[in-house]
């Protein structure tokens, strides 16, 4: 092959590249924009519904809470548990070795409450409600539900986007919480195991370690989870497209794309508030 034959081959993989990654951009943008405007109108309902006569249902509220909050209780608590004993097992083998393993309690409470505890319930949340919603909510598109809700004069954001937004920011917390004490439930048993310290006593030393700015932090975590999580599967599941294989793929990029802006935005939260 001739130079100029491998110059023209190589600019011609260069343009693909380019329009391959311009694509992905403008996509990008789109959705996020679609995002902000889907949290905007839910905004708008939330305040303004009721005095249109078009409140946010308050049974849609609590049913949406049930689904992603209160039915996830039981996984939460055993995978926090199950954490904060991973973190006790650790710390106490590797702080053994410099005679400081009471310190463990200072790990566990700080790791759980800023870190682990936000990431694993934003985590599960993503994968069991966020992939529940893009998959309703295209599923109502495809069969065109959706259609029928606005021919008979209901808003979809209102009736469907709202309460699901509302629900995902109050549950996603109260889990993150839970979290916060499982997880240091499950240190306090390994500890009380191993270095047969009792279970006041870690109580105490957690209570004398841990800050109002530590809790907060996990929380402010699980609220900026907690609208990703909405918003990315509201806005796949809005836009499905390509019948049962479209809101396949819908359900898997919800997952995926929500779970990798949870870790990105941990990453920088936690830079953020710890400078």
Known sequence: ???????????????????????????????????????????????AGRRRQEPVRIN???????QIGVNAIPIIAILCFSVGMMLAIQGVAQLKRFGAESEVILGIAWSVTREFSPLIVGILIAGRSGSAIAARIGTMLESQEIDALRVIGINPVRHLAAPILIATLLMVPCLTLLGDL????????????????????????????LTLDDILQGLIKS??????????????????????EGVGRATTRAVVTAISLIVITDMLVTYLLTR
């Open 223 to 244: 609220g900026l989870f907690a609208l990703l999580i909405a918003l990315v599967g509201l806005a796949n599941g809005f836009q499905v497209h390509g019948g049962a």
């Open 60 to 66: 849609s509220l609590f049913r949406e809470a049930m």
């Open 182 to 209: 499982m997880g240091m439930f499950g240190g306090a048993i390994y500890t009380a195991m191993d270095l047969q310290m009792p279970l006041s006593l870690y109580a105490t030393r957690s209570y004398e370690i």
């Open 1 to 47: 092959m001739t130079i100029p034959h491998l110059i023209v081959k190589s600019r011609h993989l260069l343009q693909r590249l380019l329009q391959y990654w311009g694509k992905r951009t403008v996509d990008a943008v789109v959705e996020t924009g679609y995002m902000f405007s889907l949290l905007t109108e839910s905004g708008y309902w939330l305040i």
